[in-house]
């Protein structure tokens, strides 16, 4: 008989588990609380609009491509990438918005138009960021946080110093650049991150290379496009979905969860991987005695944030927006520290729109715009309905102010989604939506680990686990785990344990 894995939730990293070992003969089932696939990357249809509900920002599409290709495939098998430009556009307080150009000449030249001898300086920065890519990608990122042993390789302890582990990004852009509108540019990536960027490591302007080297691209019919080409592909490869099935509790017997249990039905297993939010699994499912880690472990993460969504259908065009919009029209430290410092609704937010119908006019009616809003928030905040109201109209007024279009009247479709819609949708801890904080302090071995200390068949991916949040680190993820599943329970070619 085949080894049976059950794998709970159905984002990313689960299905690229899922995929990995049905590839090798494993028997695979996934379970989703929801009504389909894709865990935070899912999507809904209201009124003639398409919303992607979560990731927006389509980088690092060589991870995506390699990770198709394990299994004979390339994504233009399931979508058509496009590439943006600009790749983005930002609005700052008093200046022009600064729109980002997909020619690494362009950008040369815009950054040198801003500031004088800024351009050197760039080629200097990127070409940093692409070797910090580069290690990162191909020796830090692999590795499965297991113990500190993984990174005592040769070639990777003669990175570190290079890689500026122990520097800041703040302190790596500062030092080049004096504008505030580059500076605002560059550390921009890391600020979904979950500390100030001045208490990042350095070694993060990786995403920099991501960014302004490698592009901002869009996959033609919306993000979900994506979502539905790893469910494509798991379902090709013999993977069994099980949506609108939460898991509420397992049975245990000698150091093995042996079911799973969904509405009182309990689902025999061999193996457990574990895709939905860590600590849910961790402190609401097993009991108390099973735990990986403590409560008092938990309370003292330091998270990403949570965000304030607004998904609107708008019945008219917007001339001034761009795909990409990011609205740093406030104080950046300011709205920083409130989410990461003071942890209190912002006073002065600074926020993002996704507009998709720029490039893509079937996600909206005819003549029409679908907007995406998110203001990042701090998480564990006490959800006010009411505030919504009142940072919807900010969102009006400031694109208002910047386009000259009013869009107030034009609202055909409203959807606010925030703290409490995380925690009910994802069993997202403290409502994040992001992850934990890639502070030092809980980069790799220092995050919580795949495997369970103290049930021999459980397994953890996702972001609260190794390499991340995102998408590429979920897909990362979801082939580590299954590496190490393999290795350690070594399945034969027919799906059975040697």
């Given at each position: 008989?085949?080894t ?12 690229v588990a ?9 028997e695979?089932?996934?379970y989703?609380k ?16 398409c919303?992607?509900?979560?990731p927006?920002w ?5 991870v995506?491509?390699?990770f198709?290709n394990k ?10 990438l496009?590439q ?22 362009e ?14 300086k ?11 890519y ?7 990122v ?7 042993t ?7 302890l ?27 540019i ?9 500390s ?6 350095a070694l993060?302007?990786?995403?920099n290379h991501?960014?302004l080297s ?12 994506v ?20 898991i ?21 297993t ?16 097993l ?15 330091e ?18 927006l ?9 104080d950046f ?6 989410i ?21 006019v079937?996600c909206?009616?005819s ?18 309905k009411?505030?919504?109201d ?16 009013d869009?107030?009247?034009?609202i055909i479709?409203?959807k606010?989604?925030?703290?409490s819609d ?18 030092l ?17 459980l397994?953890h ?8 949040p ?19 329970h ?7 344990l040697?």
């Amino acid at each position: 008989m085949r080894t049976k894995v059950s794998v709970i939730g159905s984002g990313f990293s689960s299905m690229v588990a899922a995929c990995c070992l049905a590839q090798q003969g494993v028997e695979v089932d996934i379970y989703e609380k929801n009504d389909g696939p894709g865990g935070r990357a899912s999507y809904f249809e209201a009124d003639g609009f398409c919303f992607d509900m979560g990731p927006s920002w389509y980088w690092m599409p060589e991870v995506f491509e390699n990770f198709f290709n394990k299994f004979g495939k390339k994504a233009s098998d399931f979508y058509d990438l496009v590439q943006l430009d600009p790749g983005y556009q930002v609005f700052f307080i008093n200046d022009e918005p600064v729109k980002i150009p997909a020619s690494k000449n362009e950008l040369f030249d815009l950054f040198e138009s801003i500031e004088s001898g800024s351009a050197e300086k760039l080629d200097q920065f990127l070409k940093e960021a692409e070797y910090k890519y580069r290690v990162g990608m191909d020796e830090y990122v692999w590795k499965p946080g297991r113990s500190v042993t993984e990174f005592m390789d040769v070639k990777v302890l003669k990175s570190f110093t290079k890689l500026q582990m122990l520097s800041s990004v703040t302190k790596a852009v500062h030092s080049l650049f004096t504008d505030h509108r580059l500076r605002q540019i560059l550390e921009f990536p890391v600020l979904f991150l979950g500390s100030m960027p001045n208490r990042i490591p350095a070694l993060y302007t990786l995403m920099n290379h991501a960014d302004l080297s490698l592009g901002t691209w869009y996959p033609k019919g919306g993000m979900y496009k994506v979502t539905e080409a790893f469910y494509t592909l798991a379902v090709s490869l013999g993977v069994k979905f099980h949506f609108n099935m939460p898991i509420d509790a397992v049975k245990i017997q000698q150091r093995k969860i042996t079911a799973l249990i969904s509405g009182g039905q309990e689902i025999p297993t061999d193996f457990i991987i574990n895709g939905s939010d860590y600590h849910h699994f961790d402190k609401e499912i097993l009991p108390e005695e099973f735990s990986n880690y403590s409560s008092s472990y938990w309370e003292s993460r330091e998270m990403a944030p949570s965000s304030l969504l607004f998904y609107l259908g708008i019945d008219r065009e917007v001339p001034g927006l761009e795909h990409h919009n990011l609205f740093f029209d406030s104080d950046f430290k300011t709205h920083a520290s409130e989410i990461y410092e003071t942890k209190v609704w912002p006073s002065d937010p600074l926020f993002y729109i996704c507009a998709p119908s720029k490039t893509d006019v079937n996600c909206a009616p005819s003549g029409c715009e679908n907007l995406f809003a998110l203001i990042p928030i701090a998480p564990g905040l006490k959800e006010d309905k009411a505030l919504h109201d009142k940072y919807l109209a900010e969102i009006i007024r400031r694109i208002k102010l910047k386009t000259g279009v009013d869009i107030s009247a034009n609202i055909i479709f409203k959807k606010s989604f925030s703290i409490s819609d995380f925690k009910s949708r994802y069993n997202a801890f403290k409502g994040n939506a992001y992850g934990l904080a890639n502070t030092l302090k809980q980069t790799a071995v220092l995050k919580p680990k795949f495997y369970s200390k103290k049930l021999d068949n459980l397994y953890h991916t996702g972001q609260l686990t190794v390499p991340g949040p995102g998408m590429p680190p979920a897909i990362v993820s979801g082939q580590l785990v299954a590496e190490q599943f393999l290795e350690r329970h070594k399945i034969k070619t027919n799906g059975q344990l040697i």
